[in-house]
C-alpha cells in the first residue's frame, strides 16, 4: 500500500518512522511519501493561502499548489484522495476496514479555514476521494487526523500485526468497544483480577468478554448497541437530558391508570417534579423508545447491591398492547452490569395486567412489600461474574 501526505508542516509526520508502521515500511509492506505543499508555490513568499470570497475571519488554502501536486504525484482513478476536515464523514472502523483495500490513499491535509472547495471538485474528476472527520471538534490541521487515520488503516493491512488475532478482538471489531484487560500480578493495591479470567474455563471467560463488552458499550458507546427492530417502527436508544420534558409528560399519563388501579396508594411517580425528574435522570441506566416525534416509552433501571432494580417502564396508553413494554423490559435487563444476579421490579398489587407480563417474561411475585405495592425478581440467566 502506497500513502502520500501534502502538508505545509512535513516534520508533523515524522511518527510514521516509529514503531510497527516503521517496521512495516522496511519490510516493504508500506510505501510512504511525505510531501511539502510548498514545492508547488511559485512566489517568494511560498504563499499556500489567500483571503476568502465573500468576507469572513482567516485564510483559505488556495487551488493552485495543490492541482499541481496532483499532477506530478500522477495521482489517478485508481488512488484514493483523503480530504481530513472537520466537515467530512465522520471516520470508523468499517471505514478503516474499507480503506485499508485501497492500493494508494494520498493525505490532504488543511490547514486555516480549509482548502478552496474547487481542490475537492478537482480530485473527484481524477481519483476517488473521501472528506472525514474525526469527530465533532475542530483541530489546527488535518495532520493529526492524517496520522490517526493512517494508524487505523494500516494495521488491518496484511502482514502489518505480528498477532492477527489481536485485530479481531479489539474495540469495534464487532460494533462493540473491547472489554476490559488485565495482566500480571493477580492482585495489586488491594485490586483482584476478575476469578473467571482465572478459572481456565475458555467458555466462561468468552461469555464474561462478551458481558463487560456489552456493559461498557451500554454505558460509554449507547449509540453502538445493537437495538432490535421495534414493532410498528420508531428508535430505540438511551435517554438524554433533552428527553426530560417528554418523559415528564409520559410518567404523568401512564401513572394515572396506575392510580386507579390501586386506590389509596401512594404512587410516587405522580408526585415528583419536573426537577426531581432531571435529578435522577443522570442516575439511572434510562432507555427510551421515539417514535414519528414523540416519546412514547421508557424504562430505567440501576444496580442495588447484587439486584439491578427495574423501574418506570412505560409506554404511551394509545400504543399498549402492541409489545412495546415487552421489549422495553428485554432491553433494559440486557443493559445490566456484570455484577447484577439477579432483576428485581415493583408494581403495584392491583395492576394486575402488569404483572401478567412480568410473569410471562419470567418474573415471580414475592409477595407484598407495603400496602399495594408488591415485589417481583427474577434471577439473570447465564455467567454474572
Given at each position: 500500500m502506497r500513502l502520500d501526505y501534502l502538508t505545509i508542516f512535513p516534520d508533523y509526520f515524522g511518527p510514521l518512522e516509529l514503531s510497527l508502521a516503521g517496521k512495516a515500511r522496511d519490510k516493504g509492506l508500506l510505501d510512504l511519501h511525505v510531501h511539502d505543499l510548498r514545492k508547488w508555490t511559485h512566489d517568494r513568499h511560498r504563499s499556500v493561502d489567500d483571503t476568502p470570497y465573500?468576507?469572513?475571519?482567516?485564510?483559505?488554502?488556495?487551488?493552485?499548489p495543490w492541482g499541481e501536486a496532483f499532477e506530478a504525484l500522477g495521482v489517478g482513478e485508481h488512488d484514493t484522495i483523503v480530504f481530513t476536515t472537520p466537515a467530512g464523514a465522520r471516520f470508523d472502523q468499517r471505514k478503516a476496514e474499507e480503506l485499508s483495500g485501497r492500493p494508494r490513499l494520498v493525505f490532504a491535509c488543511g490547514r486555516y479555514e480549509g482548502i478552496d472547495e474547487r481542490v475537492v471538485q478537482r480530485a473527484r474528476e481524477i481519483a476517488q476521494v473521501e472528506e472525514l472527520s474525526l469527530g465533532d471538534y475542530v483541530l489546527n490541521g488535518g495532520e493529526v487526523a492524517a496520522l490517526a487515520i493512517t494508524e487505523a488503516v494500516v494495521r488491518l493491512v496484511p502482514g502489518f500485526m505480528g498477532n492477527a488475532a489481536s485485530v479481531v478482538e479489539e474495540s469495534h471489531a464487532d460494533g462493540l468497544l473491547e472489554h476490559p484487560v488485565y495482566t500480571k500480578p493477580a492482585s495489586w493495591q488491594g485490586r483482584d483480577v476478575p476469578e473467571v479470567l482465572l478459572s481456565g474455563d475458555h467458555a466462561a471467560i468468552a461469555a464474561w468478554r462478551r458481558a463487560e463488552a456489552v456493559r461498557r458499550t451500554a454505558e460509554r458507546r449507547p449509540d453502538l448497541v445493537p437495538r432490535p427492530s421495534l414493532p410498528g417502527g420508531g428508535e430505540l436508544r438511551a435517554a438524554v437530558p433533552a428527553d426530560a420534558g417528554e418523559?415528564?409528560?409520559?410518567?404523568?399519563?401512564?401513572?394515572v391508570q396506575e392510580m386507579h388501579d390501586n386506590p389509596g396508594v401512594a404512587i410516587p411517580a405522580l408526585h415528583e417534579s419536573y426537577d426531581d425528574l432531571r435529578a435522577w435522570l443522570p442516575e439511572w441506566t434510562v432507555l427510551v423508545v421515539r417514535r414519528e416525534g414523540r416519546l412514547v416509552g421508557a424504562a430505567r433501571a440501576r444496580l442495588e447491591g447484587d439486584a439491578w432494580d427495574i423501574g418506570r417502564l412505560m409506554v404511551a396508553p394509545d400504543l399498549q398492547g402492541q409489545g412495546l413494554g415487552r421489549l422495553l423490559l428485554t432491553e433494559i435487563e440486557r443493559s445490566a452490569p456484570p455484577a447484577a444476579t439477579t432483576y428485581s421490579l415493583f408494581t403495584g398489587a392491583g395492576s394486575l395486567r402488569n404483572q401478567r407480563m412480568y410473569k410471562r417474561a419470567?418474573?415471580?411475585?414475592?409477595?407484598?412489600?407495603e400496602p399495594g405495592v408488591v415485589l417481583l425478581t427474577k434471577p439473570r440467566p447465564g455467567p454474572t461474574r
Open positions: 465573500g468576507g469572513g475571519a482567516g485564510m483559505v488554502m488556495r487551488p493552485e418523559l415528564y409528560v409520559l410518567q404523568l399519563a401512564c401513572w419470567g418474573y415471580r411475585l414475592r409477595g407484598e412489600i
